[in-house]
């Protein structure tokens, strides 16, 4: 064919090139081509192209190919010249290019499509336009661009694939953490993963005699979950099968099937009824991970997709595991919310029987010392004067373990919830005043002088007894810190409130710590040099918070404290 093409004549016109295109055949088309040349053509510009290049009769005889396109086709341009086409590329493209060319030889329209060679992973853009009696072919391969713009897509679908999946476990975190108890949290884990994860999902727990509860089941089709109670009734889950659910809670390691054939009997083995309902099911695909938390396997997630055939992929079992690390975390902090509340329940049940039980005896013993030392008193055979020493230090001593045990005996009361008011018209300050006799002694002892200003009256409807507990908590108080140091006794009234305030010269107190006074067990002093259990103020602020009231303090280091209790003097309305 060489020899031809160097044999071009020079005269060949478009007329002629048309006049035997008609008369011959795509067959013989190729013999044509090897007597006739491009005349006026200069190949000079079209050799320099960087892509392919194909100059055709409108029949799509090659007139001319550049170099370019002999490198594609790993020819040389005179086997290619005279050759039809399409008949140069791939089967796969030529039908398509032979249609596209016949419509732009036709109606002189240019077109361009791109075409993927997949065999090869190779993609091509190409244009065909019509001009002078011919049409030119232009192939340029993008391949390089295709590949990265399948990168980027990939990187940015990963991306956003990523954030997905992070804005769906900062919600399912916030979801799960809402409740600490071990039902609720799985049956919220199951609703939050349907349908993000998949058509279904189900949570089962292994028991401690070897069964395995089904705890939670969502699906998108409520006729399935019944469906799925059935099968699950009919067909336990054992923790010594195979596969499935019983081996994930065996073995703590997930198991993932991206797409189940539907001879599931060659993938598990089952008689021929088992086989056929869990068909029904129409499970197409599944995810089984573990919720582990410390080693521990506390239960199974399962995520299946029942409907469209939809597969699983790899990133769906990382997300499905973060989401079940996450469920797990949940559950084992319910678990030790739990233990902590029994704990709790069973401290505060050991206080009550202790307070009780120790009361008993105190009080009997507490009489039989107050007697003794009455008859010491009266008796006309003085006993020696360390004796009375003795029996006084006894009863003082006896007054406070009474007191601790009172104590104990209201941190249970009010922790269960039974703190009961008994509310009655009473006077404030006629209580106060009433009540400071019975601190001389021990004021006289701590050295400090007590002065009050209290108000005629100060009535109002509270519980008798709690507002002198109230009160004699804090005289106790002041009189505990503020040795050596004066305290003022204050007791005023307007036409809605009534208010008790003590006040110390005492050490005082700094003002990052006054919030924790009210705590449970809470000192702010040293236990060697103060006694006590650190429960006063916090029953004190228990008491005022049940008749509607409030308590503060004002303190500052080395200046002492004041106490202030404000009281509603009427409850307010229900």
């Not at 050759?83 to 398509?96: K, S």
């Not at 469920?327 to 505060?348: F, H």
């Not at 036409?495 to 005492?506: F, I, P, Q, Y």
């Amino acid at each position: 064919m060489s020899g031809c093409v160097s044999e071009v004549q020079v005269g060949w016109d478009e007329g002629s090139a048309k006049a035997e295109s008609r008369t011959s055949t795509p067959g013989d088309s190729r013999v044509a081509a090897s007597s006739v040349g491009v005349e006026g053509l200069d190949t000079m510009l079209w050799d320099q192209l960087p892509e392919s290049v194909a100059i055709c009769s409108t029949q799509g005889v090659c007139l001319y190919v550049n170099p370019a396109m002999e490198r594609v086709f790993g020819g040389v341009g005179t086997e290619l010249v005279g050759g039809v086409l399409w008949e140069l590329y791939p089967d796969v493209l030529r039908r398509e290019l032979q249609e596209r060319f016949e419509r732009v030889a036709a109606s002189g329209e240019p077109e361009e499509f791109e075409w993927h060679f997949m065999a090869r992973e190779r993609w091509f853009v190409l244009r065909l336009f019509r001009g002078q009696g011919r049409v030119y072919v232009f192939a340029l391969e993008n391949t390089a661009e295709k590949k990265q713009e399948a990168i980027l897509r990939g990187l940015y679908d990963e991306t956003r694939r990523a954030q997905r999946h992070a804005a769906f476990l900062a919600q399912a975190s916030e979801v799960l953490a809402s409740s600490l108890e071990h039902d609720e949290i799985l049956q919220r884990l199951t609703v939050l993963a349907v349908p993000p994860l998949g058509d279904g999902c189900i949570v089962d727990v292994p028991m401690p005699d070897g069964r395995v509860r089904r705890v939670a089941m969502t699906h998108v089709r409520t006729d399935l979950v019944e469906r799925a109670r059935s099968y699950h009734e009919r067909y336990p889950i054992r923790l010594d099968a195979t596969h499935g659910v019983g081996k994930v809670l065996r073995t703590g390691t997930t198991e993932f099937i991206p797409e189940l054939r539907q001879d599931v009997s060659g993938q598990v083995r089952m008689d021929e009824v088992r086989r056929q309902a869990m068909l029904e099911l129409g499970v197409t695909a599944y995810i089984i991970v573990p919720l582990m938390s410390r080693g521990r396997v506390l239960g199974a997630l399962s995520l299946v997709n029942t409907e469209g055939g939809k597969r699983y992929t790899h990133a769906d079992v990382r997300l499905a595991e973060d989401l079940a690390r996450r469920a797990a975390a949940s559950l084992d902090n319910g678990r030790l919310y739990t233990e902590a509340q029994e704990a709790v329940r069973a401290r505060d049940s050991f206080l009550s029987v202790a307070s009780h039980e120790l009361n008993t005896p105190l009080t009997s013993l507490t009489l039989n010392v107050q007697a003794l030392r009455r008859q010491l008193e009266a008796s006309a055979d003085k006993a020696p004067e360390s004796v009375s020493h003795k029996v006084v230090a006894v009863q003082r001593q006896l007054s406070r373990l009474s007191s601790l045990v009172r104590e104990l005996l209201d941190v249970s009361r009010i922790t269960a919830g039974k703190l009961r008011l008994e509310r009655e018209d009473m006077d404030l300050a006629a209580l106060t005043r009433e009540l400071l006799p019975r601190y001389a002694e021990e004021l006289s002892r701590a050295g400090c002088a007590l002065r009050l200003d209290a108000s005629e009256t100060a009535t109002g409807h509270w519980d008798k007894l709690r507002v002198e507990q109230v009160f004699q908590n804090l005289l106790s108080n002041a009189i505990k810190y503020g040795r050596g140091h004066p305290i003022d006794v204050r007791v005023g009234v307007d036409a809605e409130r009534a208010w008790l305030s003590v006040e110390d010269g005492g050490m005082g107190i700094a003002a990052e710590a006054q919030p924790r006074l009210f705590q449970r067990f809470e000192r702010l002093a040293s236990e060697r040099h103060y006694g006590g259990l650190g429960l006063g103020l916090w029953i004190v602020r228990q008491i005022v918070d049940a008749m509607d009231g409030r308590i503060h303090v004002r303190s500052a280091p080395g200046q002492g404290s004041t106490f202030t209790v404000e009281l509603p003097r009427l409850p307010p309305a229900r």
